[in-house]
């Protein structure tokens, strides 16, 4: 039984171990099925991280070439669309591609540009000198750059800049030659119009201020050195341009300004230069002369030409002007005071009425320099209250009575003794001192007429001249406002006068300032009336009250036919616009039998009386008697 146990247990302990042993087994297989699991698996991911690698590196080489072809694209587009030429050459310059800019530059197509050599093309003559230096720069430089005259296809030639970089290749051969070309055309016009702004003048030109400088300083070195014998200037000044303008207006002004310059360059072929200094204002420099007769021949036949009519849109008008002349080296030392002597002459032909010419002398210097004392004096006598009035009575036809007269300043100076007033009133217009002297004479007019009133005198009207500078104040309604409640003068006592000629300065002002005095009740009036641009249209628009005839026209009153047609006609014209119309200069009998003939309505001169002071005005209207 025992033997059956340990039988037994033999058995068992060799089952047992069998069982051990092929669990074993089992265990190996399934760890070498395990680790050839993990080869296999590690050999997978190995795989698929090449693969994942692969499709990266595909990705990024995808993207690349993306971005170069994107690159090349754009490359594509900035060539054709830039506005300067491109060509790409070969070593031997022949054309492999060139973009449309420069087809347009040089007037070929592109096809028939492509293959073809540089100097094949029709090139200018600049281009062919230009060719080795070209070449050799870069074969030395790689690059060139400069301007050249090249050829269109035309035949054309145009300025063009031109820049050129060699391209080499890993062997630092030259692989491809690259040509950047501009077309300079517009620019050089662009320049060419400066140049040309800068030195002649816009409207008409002519040379203007700065190239007129130049050339005198040229002009004068030619006399010192001796070149040039002498040199002689003429300063022309358009007379009363401004009338003109504010009248026209500034574009048909600016026409005349045009023909102006016109006949100017017609008349004057043998002048060195001809310059508008300013707006009115030319100038015209000989270099050398032959005498001061041929230049009086030259300015008359000048001035006479510069008087004929213009006709600028349907306007027929006559432009006169001053001409001041002065010379060097046999009146001036020097180009600055060649300048001012013709300048100095321009104006005293001004002050002689316009329409005329004037060489330089040193007596006219003279006259300059006592003009100046003058204007001093004046300014002075205006300060302390030494002017005085003096009235010139009016006859009124229909009551032979003197119903008004006019204020008219006087200077009394200590040395000078009674100073003509057509050599200080037109001194005043010129520096301004008539706006003293005007708002003097109005404020001691309106005192003496409402004293004259308060001494028991019959009411009159009494007349004030008004200047230019005072209506450009612009406050002349307010002033007249404030003199009458000063002196207590009633506004119908009062009558301002304005020339014709000044009516026209700025119209539609002066017709609003007009209506507001005409509403303040003060009595208005043309003065000179004829003697300016004369037009009647214009009557009807101002708010005026009397229309004065000059004295040009009385003066020849029963013995001129043609001053007889005139006076009849203003007379007729002013009566028909219910206008009263006065006739200054009446000096004779003739006249006033003429003028009362007519149904003149006031008369003036010395035939009634001169210009007398107050107290004088005074007796004559406390006699009372009527003058006929």
Same mark, same amino acid.
């Given at each position: 039984?025992?033997?059956?146990?340990?039988?037994?247990?033999?058995? @068992?302990?060799?089952?047992?171990?069998?069982?051990? $042993?092929?669990?074993?087994?089992?265990?190996?297989?399934?760890?070498?099925?395990?680790?050839?699991?993990?080869?296999?698996?590690?050999?997978?991911?190995?795989? *698929?991280?090449?693969?994942?690698?692969?499709?990266?590196?595909?990705?990024?080489?995808?993207?690349?070439?993306?971005?170069?072809? &994107?690159?090349?694209?754009?490359?594509?587009? #900035?060539?054709?669309?830039?506005?300067?030429?491109?060509?790409?050459?070969?070593?031997?310059?022949?054309?492999?591609?060139?973009?449309? $800019?420069?087809?347009?530059?040089?007037?070929?197509?592109?096809?028939?540009?492509?293959?073809?050599?540089?100097?094949?093309?029709?090139?200018?003559?600049?281009?062919?000198?230009?060719?080795?230096?070209?070449? $050799?720069?870069?074969?030395?430089?790689? @690059?060139?750059?400069?301007?050249? =005259?090249?050829?269109?296809?035309?035949?054309?030639?145009?300025?063009?800049?031109?820049?050129?970089?060699?391209?080499?290749?890993?062997?630092?051969?030259?692989?491809?030659? =690259?040509?950047?070309?501009?077309?300079?055309?517009?620019?050089?016009?662009?320049?060419?119009?400066?140049?040309?702004?800068?030195?002649?003048?816009?409207?008409?030109?002519?040379?203007?201020?700065?190239?007129?400088? &130049?050339?005198?300083?040229?002009?004068?070195?030619?006399?010192?050195?001796?070149?040039?014998?002498?040199?002689?200037?003429?300063?022309?000044?358009?007379?009363?341009?401004?009338?003109?303008?504010? @009248?026209?207006?500034?574009?048909?002004?600016?026409?005349?300004?045009?023909?102006?310059?016109?006949?100017?360059?017609?008349?004057?072929?043998?002048?060195?230069?001809?310059?508008?200094?300013?707006?009115?204002? *030319?100038?015209?420099?000989?270099?050398?002369?032959?005498?001061?007769?041929?230049?009086?021949?030259?300015?008359?036949?000048?001035?006479?030409?510069?008087?004929?009519?213009?006709?600028?849109?349907?306007?027929?008008?006559?432009?006169?002007?001053?001409?001041?002349?002065?010379?060097?080296?046999?009146?001036?030392?020097?180009?600055?005071?060649? /300048?001012?002597?013709?300048?100095?002459?321009?104006?005293?032909?001004?002050?002689?009425?316009?329409?005329?010419?004037?060489?330089?002398?040193?007596?006219?210097?003279?006259?300059?320099?006592?003009?100046?004392q003058l204007e001093n004096q004046l300014r002075k006598a205006i300060g302390e209250r030494k002017l005085s009035v003096f009235y010139q009575p009016k006859l009124c036809l229909k009551n032979g009575r003197l119903d008004s007269a006019e204020a008219l300043v006087r200077w009394d100076h200590p040395e000078l003794g009674s100073v003509s007033p057509s050599d200080f009133i037109a001194l005043a217009e010129e520096t301004g001192l008539i706006v003293l002297i005007g708002e003097f004479v109005l404020r001691e007019a309106c005192r003496q007429a409402a004293q004259w009133q308060q001494a028991g005198l019959a009411p009159i009207r009494v007349s004030v001249n008004l200047s230019g500078h005072q209506l450009r104040q612009g406050n002349l309604v307010s002033l007249v406002r404030q003199v009458l409640e000063d002196t207590g003068l009633a506004p119908h006592c009062l009558e301002l006068e304005i020339t014709e000629s000044q009516l026209l300065e700025n119209v539609d002002y002066v017709i609003a300032t007009f209506q507001q005095l005409h509403e303040l009740g003060v009595k208005l009036a043309i003065d000179d009336f004829g003697t300016g641009y004369s037009s009647l249209s214009y009557l009807k628009r101002f708010a005026?009250?009397?229309?004065?005839?000059?004295?040009?026209?009385?003066?020849?009153?029963?013995?001129? /036919?043609?001053?007889?047609?005139?006076?009849?006609?203003?007379?007729?014209?002013?009566?028909?616009?219910?206008?009263? #119309?006065?006739?200054?200069?009446?000096?004779?009998? #003739?006249?006033?039998?003429?003028?009362?003939?007519?149904?003149?309505?006031?008369?003036?001169?010395?035939?009634?009386?001169?210009?007398?002071?107050?107290?004088?005005?005074?007796?004559?209207?406390?006699?009372?008697?009527?003058?006929?």
């Amino acid at each position: 039984m025992n033997q059956s146990f340990t039988s037994l247990g033999i058995y @068992s302990g060799l089952g047992f171990g069998l069982f051990l $042993a092929l669990l074993g087994a089992f265990v190996w297989r399934i760890d070498l099925i395990n680790q050839r699991r993990k080869v296999r698996n590690k050999k997978f991911k190995s795989v *698929f991280e090449e693969l994942q690698d692969a499709n990266f590196r595909s990705e990024q080489l995808n993207a690349e070439l993306a971005r170069e072809v &994107e690159q090349r694209r754009l490359a594509s587009t #900035v060539f054709e669309a830039a506005s300067e030429g491109i060509v790409i050459l070969d070593p031997t310059y022949k054309m492999l591609t060139v973009n449309q $800019a420069f087809s347009r530059i040089s007037g070929y197509a592109v096809a028939e540009l492509v293959g073809r050599r540089v100097d094949e093309l029709a090139c200018s003559r600049d281009a062919r000198r230009h060719f080795p230096i070209i070449q $050799a720069s870069l074969a030395e430089h790689d @690059s060139w750059l400069g301007e050249l =005259v090249e050829t269109r296809k035309n035949g054309e030639l145009y300025p063009q800049w031109l820049q050129l970089k060699v391209v080499r290749d890993d062997a630092a051969q030259v692989s491809h030659i =690259v040509a950047f070309i501009t077309d300079l055309s517009a620019r050089r016009i662009v320049e060419a119009r400066v140049r040309h702004l800068t030195h002649f003048d816009e409207l008409t030109g002519l040379a203007n201020r700065l190239l007129f400088k &130049e050339r005198l300083e040229e002009a004068n070195q030619r006399v010192r050195q001796g070149t040039s014998r002498n040199l002689a200037l003429l300063h022309i000044d358009l007379d009363r341009f401004k009338l003109l303008n504010d @009248s026209l207006g500034p574009e048909l002004a600016d026409q005349v300004l045009q023909k102006i310059a016109e006949r100017l360059t017609k008349a004057l072929p043998e002048a060195d230069t001809i310059s508008r200094l300013s707006s009115d204002e *030319f100038a015209v420099l000989f270099d050398a002369y032959g005498s001061l007769t041929s230049l009086a021949r030259v300015a008359t036949r000048l001035m006479g030409k510069l008087s004929r009519p213009i006709v600028v849109d349907g306007h027929e008008l006559v432009v006169s002007a001053s001409m001041g002349i002065s010379l060097l080296p046999d009146g001036a030392r020097d180009i600055a005071q060649l /300048v001012s002597q013709a300048n100095k002459a321009m104006q005293q032909a001004k002050h002689m009425g316009g329409g005329t010419f004037q060489f330089f002398s040193h007596s006219l210097q003279h006259s300059t320099l006592e003009r100046l004392q003058l204007e001093n004096q004046l300014r002075k006598a205006i300060g302390e209250r030494k002017l005085s009035v003096f009235y010139q009575p009016k006859l009124c036809l229909k009551n032979g009575r003197l119903d008004s007269a006019e204020a008219l300043v006087r200077w009394d100076h200590p040395e000078l003794g009674s100073v003509s007033p057509s050599d200080f009133i037109a001194l005043a217009e010129e520096t301004g001192l008539i706006v003293l002297i005007g708002e003097f004479v109005l404020r001691e007019a309106c005192r003496q007429a409402a004293q004259w009133q308060q001494a028991g005198l019959a009411p009159i009207r009494v007349s004030v001249n008004l200047s230019g500078h005072q209506l450009r104040q612009g406050n002349l309604v307010s002033l007249v406002r404030q003199v009458l409640e000063d002196t207590g003068l009633a506004p119908h006592c009062l009558e301002l006068e304005i020339t014709e000629s000044q009516l026209l300065e700025n119209v539609d002002y002066v017709i609003a300032t007009f209506q507001q005095l005409h509403e303040l009740g003060v009595k208005l009036a043309i003065d000179d009336f004829g003697t300016g641009y004369s037009s009647l249209s214009y009557l009807k628009r101002f708010a005026v009250d009397y229309v004065k005839i000059d004295q040009t026209f009385i003066r020849g009153v029963g013995t001129c /036919v043609e001053d007889d047609a005139i006076t009849k006609a203003i007379i007729a014209m002013a009566h028909s616009l219910e206008l009263k #119309v006065v006739a200054e200069g009446v000096e004779n009998e #003739v006249q006033l039998a003429f003028l009362k003939e007519h149904q003149c309505d006031e008369v003036q001169g010395y035939l009634i009386s001169s210009p007398t002071n107050a107290q004088a005005m005074a007796d004559l209207l406390r006699a009372g008697v009527a003058i006929w």
